[in-house]
T-cell receptor, first 116, second 115 residues
Framework: DAGVIQSPRHEVTEMGQEVTLRCKPI?????LFWYRQTMMRGLELLIYFNNNVPIDDSGMPEDRFSAKMPNASFSTLKIQPSEPRDSAVYFC??????????????FGNGTRLTVT | AQSVSQHNHHVILSEAASLELGCNYS??????LFWYVQYPGQHLQLLLK??????LVKGIKGFEAEFIKSKFSFNLRKPSVQWSDTAEYFC?????????????FGQGTELSVKP
């Protein structure tokens, strides 16, 4: 089991550029989560999918953020245009959670995004 | 709305001291409870979890947590900390009405253990 795989590990970009973060969940997991971690705000849930369908995107900060899950083995989080305040570590996590069974999340190593 | 509160933002202890990190949640129904640990520069890892049964849960590395339903609490404890326990600790709650196992995390408690 390779775990949750995120790419890139680090991303440095200029303000206004488009940024795409990628995630491959653990095979067989049917829930996928995108979190953002900053010193000021801690760990924030941005969006999560269940069986490739977005269930709750209320944490997405604004329209510049979008996420897709075209199939069970791949998801993207896109920021367009990026701003310096988007600088953070973005974690993807997956679980085998069904409805309320509380399965633990398995986190990827994160993408450290720096927007200058 | 569900929320999770961790009272201590930063805790500093000497090696061999006892640890207790507070966690309270706001949800009146059935919950699953978790503690995750994030070592410096790493991703979050599961430390322990409570689903049902014995409210005293034992996890890895000598950690344990006690679920007290009447207090809506799930405090993390360790009788004797080590320098290697230096990390950030997150409490998380999953309410049974959620779909897909959505977890709500607390703000985290940074633990620094002095050798």
């Amino acid at each position: 089991d390779a775990g949750v795989i995120q790419s890139p590990r680090h991303e440095v970009t200029e303000m206004g550029q488009e940024v795409t973060l990628r995630c491959k969940p653990i095979s067989g997991h049917n829930s996928l989560f995108w979190y953002r971690q900053t010193m000021m705000r801690g760990l924030e849930l941005l969006i999560y999918f269940n069986n490739n369908v977005p269930i709750d995107d209320s944490g997405m900060p604004e329209d510049r953020f979008s996420a897709k899950m075209p199939n069970a083995s791949f998801s993207t989080l896109k920021i367009q245009p990026s701003e310096p305040r988007d600088s953070a570590v973005y974690f993807c996590a997956s679980s085998s959670g069904g409805q309320g069974n509380g399965s633990p999340l398995h986190f990827g190593n994160g993408t450290r995004l720096t927007v200058t | 709305a569900q929320s999770v509160s961790q009272h201590n933002h930063h805790v500093i202890l000497s090696e061999a001291a006892s640890l207790e990190l507070g966690c309270n949640y706001s949800y009146g129904g059935t919950v699953n409870l978790f503690w995750y640990v994030q070592y410096p520069g790493q991703h979050l890892q599961l430390l322990l979890k409570y689903f049902s049964g014995d409210p005293l849960v034992k996890g890895i590395k000598g950690f344990e947590a006690e679920f007290i339903k009447s207090k809506f609490s799930f405090n993390l404890r360790k009788p004797s900390v080590q320098w290697s326990d230096t990390a950030e600790y997150f409490c998380a709650v999953n309410a049974h009405l959620n779909q897909g196992g959505k977890l709500i995390f607390g703000q985290g408690t940074e633990l620094s253990v002095k050798p």
